[in-house]
């Protein structure tokens, strides 16, 4: 089996915060499913079983990975850039 590049190691206070996000249940779905994907990455799920688990694509849970790697916990907060196309 291939080593994660982008491991997610949460401390206590980082699951205890994602944990009191996901119960108070007012964010949007979005920022809540990228902090269950933290969680069940956490747990040592591999990226199919988060996937299926959470019903979105690999690429999201690798996507939520590589940001929390860079970021912290300032992953599940951040939104794409609207992209401006130019024609």
């Known amino acids: ?3 994660k590049k982008y491991l997610v ?4 206070e980082e699951r205890a915060e994602l944990k009191a ?4 249940g007012q964010e949007s779905t979005r920022k809540l499913t990228r902090a269950r994907i933290l969680l069940k990455a956490d747990e ?3 990226d199919p079983k988060i996937s299926d ?3 979105c694509s ?3 849970v690798q996507r939520t990975r590589h940001r929390f790697a860079e970021e912290g916990l300032a992953a599940i907060h951040r939104r794409k850039p609207n992209r401006i196309y130019e024609r």
Not at 9 to 12: A, F, H, I, N, V
Not at 21 to 24: D, G, P, R
Request: overall charge negative.
């Open 1 to 3: 089996m291939a080593r």
């Open 9 to 12: 190691e949460l401390s206590d």
């Open 21 to 24: 996000l996901i119960s108070a």
């Open 44 to 46: 040592g799920w591999t």
């Open 53 to 55: 688990a959470l019903d």
């Open 58 to 60: 690999p690429a999201t």
